[in-house]
């Protein structure tokens, strides 16, 4: 399953009924934003946040870790937590483990994320890449030690960067604690596809007996999840689709096009012949590429749901094929026919 | 009736569904916008406004005139035509009246309007306003002529500023022409409600027994609609709700509200009780006030569906009640309950 992410408790540009449609089954929100603004205190007085966002299928919130990283600023790490000052205004915060499942509880999703350490593989070294894990595990023993709230899933997330022991030393001490599911972090970023493959094939053996799901957090091509499946991947989350389509570029199957192609101003056909999405449905090729030459607001939406559509329409054609066990010949005549492969990372 | 204005082929952040969801019966769409881009010709092969934006109820394309005034750059205009610049990239462009007939044939809205000179009347002398006037009726003959299309009805305009003997000069002129409706030029702009009033009271008298629907164009704020309704009015249009709602500004019997407001932070209960839009069904005021702090795009669409739907519930409750006999009953009780009264200008 993929999930959409829905940053600000909103997957941008839709609302549920469009999430409904595009044929989401869980989406992600993330804590870090959701912390800061609106605040997860005001979210648990609201109702938690299926109320608040208006959306009662499941909901998965992330640690806040990944943000402190790749958003925050002049952050200090330390044994005990992460001190940041706020991307939005500049005040000063600080998330340990125990603060991280605080606010993930009072969100109410209903499932919640270990808080961890990520970094960057290509950009760190094999010792910061080490300590980042060592503090990681310490902190899934005390996000699991803080967490109480019983109608609520707990996931862990594996680190270890690209260095297969490191990465097989973090799914072993991961695994051994009592989450509902495990993340696979530290990927979808720096590293190649040939990386990520090799890391998954570090720990995917190492759970080859264990029945939890396995979730590889930031991917969201639909090539990159074809090729993570393959290696026993069962959950993906980006803003990858959501973020190309705002752009202008829509997922078909034989690739993807770019709206502002000058030739596409005149085609009266829909993005994709066949598609149940809502653009698809109603416009052309045309009238989209009108809407954002003027810069209309309805351009976002349209393109959000076509590309939403087609990811989720491609997880369901990928589980129909697991199912029937044709999952290889499906995957053969994906990858020669060239749906969206861009290994672009794209994280809220 | 009320109709929202689509002034590039889409209600801003609303698509065909919304507009049936708020009780849109009939919308308007700009020929100047839509002359300048996509263009006309390409509308037209590609079948035409309804099927281009996907609606399929009424359609009323306005005749260029108003912005040819308002928002093209060094226009100079003459016996024949308008000759103007393009607010978009400054090129070079002519309209005269068979030129704005050509276009709106070819966009294929249901109703067209005749070309006209709109002028301010506050900012016009009584000169300016003769001369524009006297070229309005010679060019609303013309658009006459030059009218090909019998699926299309033409409505022809009155101007005449708030000078009494003009104002009724113009209206006898274009009443005693061919036209399917009269529109109300030159109003809804800078001048006061009483002076508004005062020439409403020199037009409709004067189309006592002529059977033709009068559409005042241009106004949108509930309160001024039920003031010209009152003095004989019955079709409207304005992009005012829809523009105050992406402000921020959600209208309610109230009179208004303003959810970027500190109070509404944590206020759980819709933005108005028992209204049927997609806002007040799903969301609270805390959720909207949210999306508009993170400038999420769905804060967009949500507040314009809802005062789409405040002010055309709010013409549908005027039919009911002159269809009642209890027309001015409602109207002191609305005035009374102060529902928004902004005379504020908001064209296209």
Chains 1, 2 share one sequence.
Request: charged fraction near 20%; hydrophobic fraction near 45%; proline fraction near 5%.
């Amino acid at each position: 399953m993929f999930m959409p992410v829905g940053t600000n408790a909103t997957v941008k540009a839709l609302d549920p009924d469009d999430l409904d449609e595009v044929g989401a089954q869980i989406i992600l929100a993330n804590t870090y934003h959701l912390y800061l603004r609106p605040g997860h205190d005001r979210i648990r007085r609201l109702g938690g946040l299926h109320r608040f966002m208006g959306w009662q299928r499941p909901i998965l919130t992330d640690s806040g870790g990944f943000q402190v990283v790749s958003l925050a600023d002049l952050r200090t790490v330390d044994h005990d937590g992460v001190t940041f000052r706020s991307h939005l205004d500049g005040s000063t915060h600080r998330l340990t483990p125990e603060r991280s499942i605080e606010i993930q509880e009072a969100l109410g999703a209903d499932v919640a994320v270990a808080f961890d350490q990520p970094v960057r593989p290509h950009a760190s070294t094999r010792a910061e890449v080490e300590e980042a894990m060592t503090r990681t595990h310490a902190w899934a023993e005390r996000s699991l030690e803080a967490h109480r709230r019983t109608d609520q899933a707990l996931f862990g997330i594996i680190q270890g960067g690209l260095e297969p022991d490191l990465r097989a030393s973090s799914t072993q001490a991961i695994a051994a604690l009592a989450f509902d599911g495990l993340c696979i972090g530290g990927l979808a970023g720096d590293e190649t596809p040939a990386q990520r493959r090799a890391a998954l094939d570090v720990v995917v053996p190492l759970l080859a007996s264990d029945p939890r799901p396995r979730y590889l957090m930031g991917l969201g091509s639909p090539l990159d999840m074809l090729d993570a499946v393959d290696r026993g991947v069962d959950l993906f989350d980006s803003v990858l689709p959501a973020r190309v389509a705002r752009n202008g570029t829509l997922w078909v199957p034989g690739g993807k096009i770019n709206i502002h192609n000058a030739r596409f101003a005149d085609d009266p056909g829909p993005v994709l012949d066949g598609c149940p999405c809502r653009l698809c449905r109603h416009f052309s090729r045309a009238y989209l590429a009108h809407l954002f030459r003027a810069r209309e607001l309805l351009s976002y939406r349209l393109a959000t749901c076509h590309n939403l559509t087609f990811t989720l329409d491609f997880m369901a054609r990928i589980r129909q094929a697991i199912a029937a066990g044709s999952f290889q010949g499906f995957a053969r005549a994906a990858v020669a026919h060239a749906v969206p492969g861009a290994a672009t990372r794209a994280s809220a």
